[in-house]
Protein backbone atom coordinates (compact mmCIF):
# COMPACT_ATOMS: atom_id res chain seq x y z
CA UNK A 1 0.00 0.00 0.00
CA UNK A 2 1.56 3.32 -0.75
CA UNK A 3 1.90 5.99 1.82
CA UNK A 4 -0.88 8.13 0.56
CA UNK A 5 -3.10 5.68 0.78
CA UNK A 6 -2.26 3.96 4.36
CA UNK A 7 -2.52 8.10 5.57
CA UNK A 8 -6.47 8.06 4.56
CA UNK A 9 -7.25 4.82 6.40
CA UNK A 10 -5.34 6.44 9.34
CA UNK A 11 -7.07 9.63 8.52
CA UNK A 12 -10.37 7.89 9.00
CA UNK A 13 -9.61 5.99 12.06
CA UNK A 14 -8.51 9.43 13.69
CA UNK A 15 -11.88 11.31 12.60
CA UNK A 16 -14.09 8.49 13.44
CA UNK A 17 -12.33 8.73 17.21
CA UNK A 18 -12.05 12.20 17.22
CA UNK A 19 -15.80 12.76 16.19
CA UNK A 20 -17.18 9.82 18.31
CA UNK A 21 -18.16 7.98 15.04
CA UNK A 22 -15.96 4.39 15.93
CA UNK A 23 -13.71 3.29 18.94
CA UNK A 24 -11.41 0.64 20.15
CA UNK A 25 -13.47 -2.07 21.80
CA UNK A 26 -11.85 -1.85 25.11
CA UNK A 27 -9.06 0.68 24.55
CA UNK A 28 -8.76 1.43 28.17
CA UNK A 29 -7.52 -2.53 28.44
CA UNK A 30 -5.47 -1.43 25.10
CA UNK A 31 -8.09 -2.64 23.36
CA UNK A 32 -8.80 -6.43 21.52
CA UNK A 33 -8.24 -6.96 18.03
CA UNK A 34 -11.21 -7.04 15.11
CA UNK A 35 -14.02 -5.34 17.65
CA UNK A 36 -15.39 -2.07 17.53
CA UNK A 37 -18.06 0.46 19.20
CA UNK A 38 -19.81 2.82 17.42
CA UNK A 39 -20.70 6.22 19.30
CA UNK A 40 -22.83 8.79 19.69
CA UNK A 41 -22.52 10.16 15.29
CA UNK A 42 -21.46 6.44 14.11
CA UNK A 43 -24.63 4.71 16.27
CA UNK A 44 -26.78 7.32 13.95
CA UNK A 45 -24.89 6.43 11.11
CA UNK A 46 -25.36 3.12 11.07
CA UNK A 47 -28.53 2.93 12.13
CA UNK A 48 -29.24 5.41 8.82
CA UNK A 49 -27.24 2.77 6.39
CA UNK A 50 -29.50 -0.40 8.09
CA UNK A 51 -32.37 1.72 7.59
CA UNK A 52 -31.82 2.78 3.85
CA UNK A 53 -31.41 -1.23 3.48
CA UNK A 54 -34.61 -1.90 4.78
CA UNK A 55 -36.67 0.83 3.14
CA UNK A 56 -35.47 -0.47 -0.85
CA UNK A 57 -34.64 -4.04 0.11
CA UNK A 58 -38.19 -4.68 2.03
CA UNK A 59 -40.72 -1.49 3.00
CA UNK A 60 -40.74 -0.66 -0.78
CA UNK A 61 -41.10 -4.45 -1.81
CA UNK A 62 -44.39 -6.70 -1.66
CA UNK A 63 -42.25 -10.05 -2.13
CA UNK A 64 -39.68 -9.74 0.51
CA UNK A 65 -40.11 -10.20 4.25
CA UNK A 66 -37.94 -9.89 7.65
CA UNK A 67 -36.63 -11.64 10.04
CA UNK A 68 -34.71 -11.37 13.47
CA UNK A 69 -32.78 -14.62 13.89
CA UNK A 70 -30.62 -15.61 17.02
CA UNK A 71 -27.01 -15.74 17.30
CA UNK A 72 -26.69 -19.06 18.42
CA UNK A 73 -28.49 -22.13 16.77
CA UNK A 74 -28.45 -26.10 17.13
CA UNK A 75 -24.87 -27.02 16.82
CA UNK A 76 -26.25 -29.02 13.72
CA UNK A 77 -26.78 -26.39 11.92
CA UNK A 78 -23.24 -25.95 11.36
CA UNK A 79 -22.77 -29.36 10.78
CA UNK A 80 -25.59 -29.55 7.75
CA UNK A 81 -24.48 -26.21 6.27
CA UNK A 82 -20.98 -27.59 6.07
CA UNK A 83 -19.36 -24.95 7.82
CA UNK A 84 -17.78 -27.58 10.37
CA UNK A 85 -16.19 -29.22 7.81
CA UNK A 86 -15.31 -26.71 5.19
CA UNK A 87 -15.31 -23.07 7.22
CA UNK A 88 -11.68 -22.67 7.75
CA UNK A 89 -8.50 -20.55 6.41
CA UNK A 90 -5.44 -21.69 6.43
CA UNK A 91 -2.46 -20.48 8.68
CA UNK A 92 0.82 -19.58 8.06
CA UNK A 93 3.17 -18.39 11.01
CA UNK A 94 6.57 -16.48 10.71
CA UNK A 95 9.83 -18.51 12.21
CA UNK A 96 11.32 -15.10 13.45
CA UNK A 97 8.64 -12.98 14.66
CA UNK A 98 5.99 -14.83 14.67
CA UNK A 99 3.69 -12.95 12.72
CA UNK A 100 1.06 -15.10 11.88
CA UNK A 101 -0.86 -14.69 7.88
CA UNK A 102 -3.23 -16.22 5.32
CA UNK A 103 -1.31 -17.11 2.66
CA UNK A 104 -3.89 -15.71 0.15
CA UNK A 105 -3.84 -12.59 1.54
CA UNK A 106 -0.22 -11.89 1.12
CA UNK A 107 2.29 -11.07 -1.96
CA UNK A 108 4.94 -13.55 -1.24
CA UNK A 109 4.33 -16.29 0.39
CA UNK A 110 8.31 -17.70 1.07
CA UNK A 111 8.73 -14.04 3.16
CA UNK A 112 7.52 -12.91 5.70
CA UNK A 113 6.67 -9.20 4.65
CA UNK A 114 7.44 -7.74 8.51
CA UNK A 115 11.09 -9.16 8.93
CA UNK A 116 12.17 -11.33 5.75
CA UNK A 117 11.39 -14.43 7.75
CA UNK A 118 10.68 -18.06 6.59
CA UNK A 119 7.18 -19.21 7.38
CA UNK A 120 6.00 -22.60 8.66
CA UNK A 121 3.93 -24.56 6.80
CA UNK A 122 0.54 -24.08 5.83
CA UNK A 123 -2.20 -25.03 9.10
CA UNK A 124 -5.85 -25.22 8.59
CA UNK A 125 -8.04 -24.05 11.35
CA UNK A 126 -11.88 -23.37 11.82
CA UNK A 127 -13.12 -19.97 11.94
CA UNK A 128 -16.29 -20.51 13.80
CA UNK A 129 -16.56 -18.79 17.39
CA UNK A 130 -17.20 -21.73 19.62
CA UNK A 131 -19.72 -21.53 23.16
CA UNK A 132 -21.40 -23.53 25.40
CA UNK A 133 -25.43 -23.65 26.44
CA UNK A 134 -25.73 -24.50 30.22
CA UNK A 135 -25.30 -23.80 33.45
CA UNK A 136 -23.30 -27.07 34.99
CA UNK A 137 -20.02 -28.39 34.12
CA UNK A 138 -20.12 -31.85 32.94
CA UNK A 139 -23.52 -31.53 31.08
CA UNK A 140 -23.12 -28.44 28.81
CA UNK A 141 -23.83 -28.09 25.12
CA UNK A 142 -21.39 -27.54 22.61
CA UNK A 143 -22.71 -25.03 19.65
CA UNK A 144 -21.41 -21.67 17.79
CA UNK A 145 -21.47 -18.40 17.68
CA UNK A 146 -23.38 -17.50 13.86
CA UNK A 147 -20.35 -17.61 10.91
CA UNK A 148 -23.21 -16.36 8.96
CA UNK A 149 -26.41 -14.66 9.35
CA UNK A 150 -28.21 -16.54 6.66
CA UNK A 151 -28.58 -19.74 8.15
CA UNK A 152 -31.71 -18.43 10.40
CA UNK A 153 -33.45 -17.88 7.12
CA UNK A 154 -32.96 -21.42 5.87
CA UNK A 155 -34.29 -22.20 9.32
CA UNK A 156 -37.55 -20.34 9.58
CA UNK A 157 -38.12 -20.86 5.71
CA UNK A 158 -41.38 -23.57 6.29
CA UNK A 159 -42.17 -21.59 9.66
CA UNK A 160 -43.02 -18.28 7.20
CA UNK A 161 -44.22 -20.20 4.45
CA UNK A 162 -46.69 -21.63 6.49
CA UNK A 163 -47.74 -18.60 8.82
CA UNK A 164 -48.06 -16.00 5.91
CA UNK A 165 -49.11 -15.45 2.19
CA UNK A 166 -45.87 -15.65 0.71
CA UNK A 167 -45.83 -17.81 -2.91
CA UNK A 168 -42.95 -18.22 -5.01
CA UNK A 169 -41.57 -15.96 -5.88
CA UNK A 170 -40.11 -14.12 -2.51
CA UNK A 171 -37.26 -13.33 -0.52
CA UNK A 172 -36.67 -12.96 3.31
CA UNK A 173 -34.27 -10.67 4.94
CA UNK A 174 -32.26 -9.81 7.98
CA UNK A 175 -29.64 -7.71 9.49
CA UNK A 176 -27.66 -9.03 12.22
CA UNK A 177 -24.31 -10.15 13.81
CA UNK A 178 -22.29 -12.71 12.66
CA UNK A 179 -18.75 -13.92 14.41
CA UNK A 180 -15.49 -15.17 12.73
CA UNK A 181 -12.46 -15.91 14.49
CA UNK A 182 -10.33 -14.34 11.85
CA UNK A 183 -6.23 -14.97 12.14
CA UNK A 184 -6.04 -11.19 10.77
CA UNK A 185 -8.31 -8.73 11.42
CA UNK A 186 -6.71 -5.97 9.29
CA UNK A 187 -8.18 -2.51 8.18
CA UNK A 188 -10.17 -1.02 10.52
CA UNK A 189 -13.52 -2.29 9.69
CA UNK A 190 -13.08 -4.00 6.70
CA UNK A 191 -12.02 -7.23 8.37
CA UNK A 192 -13.13 -7.47 11.88
CA UNK A 193 -14.12 -10.56 14.75
CA UNK A 194 -17.77 -8.77 15.30
CA UNK A 195 -19.78 -7.68 12.53
CA UNK A 196 -23.03 -7.35 10.93
CA UNK A 197 -24.55 -8.94 7.60
CA UNK A 198 -27.50 -7.99 5.58
CA UNK A 199 -28.67 -10.67 3.82
CA UNK A 200 -31.64 -11.56 0.98
CA UNK A 201 -32.16 -14.94 0.16
CA UNK A 202 -34.42 -15.12 -2.76
CA UNK A 203 -36.30 -18.41 -3.51
CA UNK A 204 -37.84 -19.31 -7.20
CA UNK A 205 -38.03 -22.11 -9.55
CA UNK A 206 -34.87 -23.49 -10.83
CA UNK A 207 -36.00 -22.41 -14.08
CA UNK A 208 -35.98 -18.91 -12.80
CA UNK A 209 -32.56 -18.88 -11.61
CA UNK A 210 -30.73 -16.81 -14.37
CA UNK A 211 -33.92 -14.14 -14.17
CA UNK A 212 -33.61 -13.57 -10.91
CA UNK A 213 -29.79 -14.24 -10.44
CA UNK A 214 -29.36 -11.06 -12.75
CA UNK A 215 -31.49 -8.83 -11.58
CA UNK A 216 -30.56 -8.89 -7.97
CA UNK A 217 -26.63 -8.53 -9.22
CA UNK A 218 -27.95 -5.44 -11.19
CA UNK A 219 -30.56 -4.17 -8.54
CA UNK A 220 -27.77 -4.15 -5.68
CA UNK A 221 -25.26 -2.35 -7.54
CA UNK A 222 -27.74 0.21 -8.52
CA UNK A 223 -28.21 0.98 -4.89
CA UNK A 224 -24.75 1.38 -3.92
CA UNK A 225 -23.95 3.30 -7.50
CA UNK A 226 -26.84 5.79 -5.98
CA UNK A 227 -25.21 6.63 -2.72
CA UNK A 228 -21.31 6.45 -3.47
CA UNK A 229 -19.94 9.64 -4.80
CA UNK A 230 -17.25 7.81 -6.80
CA UNK A 231 -19.51 5.52 -9.42
CA UNK A 232 -16.07 4.22 -10.98
CA UNK A 233 -14.84 3.19 -7.78
CA UNK A 234 -17.61 0.31 -7.86
CA UNK A 235 -17.57 -2.70 -10.11
CA UNK A 236 -18.03 -6.57 -10.66
CA UNK A 237 -16.00 -9.30 -10.48
CA UNK A 238 -17.14 -12.88 -10.99
CA UNK A 239 -15.30 -15.92 -8.88
CA UNK A 240 -13.34 -18.19 -10.85
CA UNK A 241 -14.15 -21.63 -9.79
CA UNK A 242 -11.32 -22.16 -7.82
CA UNK A 243 -12.94 -19.52 -5.48
CA UNK A 244 -16.74 -20.13 -5.09
CA UNK A 245 -17.92 -21.17 -1.63
CA UNK A 246 -18.54 -24.72 -1.44
CA UNK A 247 -21.94 -23.62 -1.80
CA UNK A 248 -22.03 -21.73 -4.35
CA UNK A 249 -22.58 -22.28 -8.62
CA UNK A 250 -21.87 -18.86 -9.27
CA UNK A 251 -20.63 -15.81 -7.58
CA UNK A 252 -20.35 -12.21 -8.17
CA UNK A 253 -18.63 -9.66 -5.82
CA UNK A 254 -19.43 -5.80 -5.98
CA UNK A 255 -16.01 -4.56 -5.22
CA UNK A 256 -15.11 -1.43 -3.45
CA UNK A 257 -11.74 0.26 -4.82
CA UNK A 258 -10.70 0.52 -1.39
CA UNK A 259 -6.86 2.26 -0.38
CA UNK A 260 -5.32 -1.33 -0.47
CA UNK A 261 -7.14 -2.20 -3.85
CA UNK A 262 -10.21 -3.59 -5.30
CA UNK A 263 -12.19 -5.40 -2.28
CA UNK A 264 -15.51 -7.65 -1.93
CA UNK A 265 -18.28 -5.60 -0.53
CA UNK A 266 -21.51 -7.75 -0.92
CA UNK A 267 -21.71 -10.87 -2.92
CA UNK A 268 -24.20 -12.26 -5.34
CA UNK A 269 -24.23 -15.96 -4.82
CA UNK A 270 -26.15 -18.70 -6.97
CA UNK A 271 -26.22 -21.11 -4.05
CA UNK A 272 -28.99 -23.25 -5.82
CA UNK A 273 -30.90 -25.46 -3.52
CA UNK A 274 -28.17 -26.53 -1.32
CA UNK A 275 -29.08 -24.52 1.86
CA UNK A 276 -32.67 -26.27 2.02
CA UNK A 277 -31.56 -29.66 1.06
CA UNK A 278 -29.15 -29.85 3.49
CA UNK A 279 -30.81 -29.26 6.37
CA UNK A 280 -33.71 -31.43 5.38
CA UNK A 281 -31.54 -34.14 5.16
CA UNK A 282 -30.06 -33.10 8.95
CA UNK A 283 -32.78 -32.06 10.45
CA UNK A 284 -35.21 -35.33 9.15
CA UNK A 285 -37.79 -32.24 8.25
CA UNK A 286 -39.42 -31.94 4.42
CA UNK A 287 -38.52 -28.70 3.50
CA UNK A 288 -40.29 -28.48 0.30
CA UNK A 289 -42.56 -25.72 -1.40
CA UNK A 290 -45.91 -26.75 -2.54
CA UNK A 291 -46.89 -25.15 -5.80
CA UNK A 292 -51.08 -24.38 -4.53
CA UNK A 293 -51.93 -24.09 -8.57
CA UNK A 294 -49.92 -26.69 -9.83
CA UNK A 295 -50.12 -28.90 -6.68
CA UNK A 296 -46.55 -29.47 -7.35
CA UNK A 297 -43.74 -29.67 -4.28
CA UNK A 298 -39.77 -29.10 -5.47
CA UNK A 299 -36.61 -27.43 -2.96
CA UNK A 300 -36.51 -24.08 -4.17
CA UNK A 301 -33.38 -22.38 -5.95
CA UNK A 302 -31.80 -19.43 -3.65
CA UNK A 303 -30.40 -16.73 -4.81
CA UNK A 304 -27.96 -14.57 -2.44
CA UNK A 305 -27.44 -10.95 -1.81
CA UNK A 306 -24.79 -10.83 0.98
CA UNK A 307 -23.48 -7.75 1.93
CA UNK A 308 -20.89 -6.42 4.94
CA UNK A 309 -23.08 -3.38 6.92
CA UNK A 310 -19.65 -2.18 8.84
CA UNK A 311 -17.58 -2.86 6.03
CA UNK A 312 -19.69 -1.01 3.76
CA UNK A 313 -20.35 1.84 5.63
CA UNK A 314 -16.13 1.77 6.43
CA UNK A 315 -16.60 2.53 2.55
CA UNK A 316 -18.75 5.01 2.25
CA UNK A 317 -16.59 7.32 4.76
CA UNK A 318 -13.37 6.65 2.06
CA UNK A 319 -15.49 7.75 -0.63
CA UNK A 320 -16.65 10.37 1.17
CA UNK A 321 -13.99 11.67 3.36
CA UNK A 322 -12.84 15.52 1.54
CA UNK A 323 -9.85 17.82 2.16
CA UNK A 324 -9.80 21.05 0.82
CA UNK A 325 -7.59 23.99 1.04
CA UNK A 326 -8.95 27.38 2.00
CA UNK A 327 -7.83 30.84 1.36
CA UNK A 328 -6.75 31.75 5.07
CA UNK A 329 -4.28 28.77 4.22
CA UNK A 330 -6.41 26.18 6.47
CA UNK A 331 -7.31 22.63 5.95
CA UNK A 332 -10.93 22.02 5.67
CA UNK A 333 -11.79 18.58 6.72
CA UNK A 334 -15.36 16.98 5.69
CA UNK A 335 -17.57 14.67 4.65
CA UNK A 336 -19.74 14.26 1.54
CA UNK A 337 -22.21 11.99 2.69
CA UNK A 338 -25.49 11.38 1.13
CA UNK A 339 -28.10 13.95 3.78
CA UNK A 340 -30.45 11.04 3.63
CA UNK A 341 -27.25 8.99 5.91
CA UNK A 342 -26.22 11.82 7.90
CA UNK A 343 -26.01 11.30 11.45
CA UNK A 344 -27.74 14.83 11.54
CA UNK A 345 -29.91 16.50 9.12
CA UNK A 346 -29.04 19.27 9.99
CA UNK A 347 -27.17 21.42 13.13
CA UNK A 348 -28.69 24.42 14.81
CA UNK A 349 -27.06 27.20 16.27
CA UNK A 350 -27.18 30.92 17.94
CA UNK A 351 -24.88 32.68 16.69
CA UNK A 352 -23.93 34.11 20.46
CA UNK A 353 -24.36 31.82 23.11
CA UNK A 354 -24.48 35.22 25.45
CA UNK A 355 -27.39 36.90 24.05
CA UNK A 356 -30.81 34.88 25.74
CA UNK A 357 -32.76 35.78 23.27
CA UNK A 358 -30.95 34.30 20.13
CA UNK A 359 -30.40 30.99 22.37
CA UNK A 360 -34.34 30.91 23.52
CA UNK A 361 -35.11 31.34 19.42
CA UNK A 362 -32.87 28.59 17.94
CA UNK A 363 -33.72 26.16 21.08
CA UNK A 364 -37.35 26.26 20.39
CA UNK A 365 -36.43 25.99 16.56
CA UNK A 366 -34.70 23.38 17.78
CA UNK A 367 -37.47 21.56 19.62
CA UNK A 368 -40.09 22.10 17.01
CA UNK A 369 -38.00 20.01 14.52
CA UNK A 370 -36.06 17.59 16.35
CA UNK A 371 -39.36 15.58 16.69
CA UNK A 372 -39.58 15.20 13.11
CA UNK A 373 -35.81 15.04 11.99
CA UNK A 374 -31.97 14.04 13.61
CA UNK A 375 -30.98 17.46 14.39
CA UNK A 376 -27.76 18.55 16.49
CA UNK A 377 -27.66 21.97 18.69
CA UNK A 378 -24.65 23.57 19.22
CA UNK A 379 -25.05 26.76 21.55
CA UNK A 380 -20.41 27.55 21.87
CA UNK A 381 -18.99 30.52 21.04
CA UNK A 382 -17.47 29.98 18.31
CA UNK A 383 -19.30 29.54 14.62
CA UNK A 384 -15.75 28.32 12.95
CA UNK A 385 -15.43 25.88 15.44
CA UNK A 386 -19.13 24.68 15.33
CA UNK A 387 -18.80 24.57 11.23
CA UNK A 388 -16.29 22.29 11.46
CA UNK A 389 -17.13 19.83 13.69
CA UNK A 390 -20.55 19.65 11.81
CA UNK A 391 -18.31 19.23 8.16
CA UNK A 392 -16.06 16.69 9.90
CA UNK A 393 -19.61 14.41 10.93
CA UNK A 394 -21.31 15.00 7.62
CA UNK A 395 -23.89 17.01 8.62
CA UNK A 396 -25.00 18.58 5.28
CA UNK A 397 -26.70 22.19 6.80
CA UNK A 398 -26.09 24.55 9.01
CA UNK A 399 -29.19 26.79 10.53
CA UNK A 400 -27.54 29.59 12.33
CA UNK A 401 -30.07 32.04 14.44
CA UNK A 402 -28.52 35.45 14.42
CA UNK A 403 -29.58 39.26 14.77
CA UNK A 404 -31.38 39.39 11.73
CA UNK A 405 -33.70 36.21 12.63
CA UNK A 406 -34.92 38.80 15.69
CA UNK A 407 -36.01 41.66 12.87
CA UNK A 408 -37.34 39.90 9.89
CA UNK A 409 -37.53 35.93 10.94
CA UNK A 410 -35.62 34.51 8.71
CA UNK A 411 -32.72 32.51 9.50
CA UNK A 412 -29.08 31.47 7.56
CA UNK A 413 -28.54 27.78 6.02
CA UNK A 414 -24.81 27.27 5.27
CA UNK A 415 -24.39 24.46 2.73
CA UNK A 416 -21.78 21.43 3.64
CA UNK A 417 -20.37 20.97 0.19
CA UNK A 418 -20.01 24.14 -0.95
CA UNK A 419 -20.15 26.79 1.94
CA UNK A 420 -22.85 28.65 0.32
CA UNK A 421 -25.43 30.45 2.52
CA UNK A 422 -28.88 31.25 1.78
CA UNK A 423 -31.44 33.11 3.82
CA UNK A 424 -34.78 31.75 4.35
CA UNK A 425 -38.26 32.48 6.95
CA UNK A 426 -38.00 30.20 10.04
CA UNK A 427 -41.21 29.09 9.67
CA UNK A 428 -40.20 27.91 5.78
CA UNK A 429 -37.47 25.03 7.69
CA UNK A 430 -39.92 22.42 8.03
CA UNK A 431 -40.96 22.38 4.67
CA UNK A 432 -37.19 23.06 3.06
CA UNK A 433 -35.82 20.25 5.09
CA UNK A 434 -38.61 17.96 3.78
CA UNK A 435 -38.05 18.57 0.50
CA UNK A 436 -34.14 18.24 0.26
CA UNK A 437 -34.40 15.26 1.98
CA UNK A 438 -36.97 13.62 -0.13
Given at each position: MLSGQNDLVAKIVSLCKRRGIVFQNSEIYGGIQGFYDYGPIGSLLKNNWKSLWLKNNVQERSDVVL???AIITHPKVWEASGH???????????????QRFR???????????????????PKKFNILFKTEIGVIEGE????????????????????????????????????????RNEITPKNFLYRTREFEQWDIQFFC?????????EYWKETRMAWYQGLFNQKESLRFRQHQKNELAFYAQKAFDIEFEAPWGWTEMEGIHWRGDYDLTQHSKYSHQDLSYLDRTTGKKFIPH???????????????????YQEQKLDNGETRIFLKLNPKLSAYKMAIFPLAANKPELVSLAENL????????????????????????????GTPWCAVIDYQSLEDGTLSIRDRDTMSQIRIKIEEIDSWLSYKLN
Open positions: IDGVKNFGDELIECKSCHPDLIDNVTKCPECGGEFTNKIPAYLRGEACQNIYLDFKNIVDSSRVKIPFGIAQIGKAFQEKDMNQYYIVEASGGVDRSLFFLLLDAYTDLSKKYSLDFDDSSNIGKKYRRQDEI
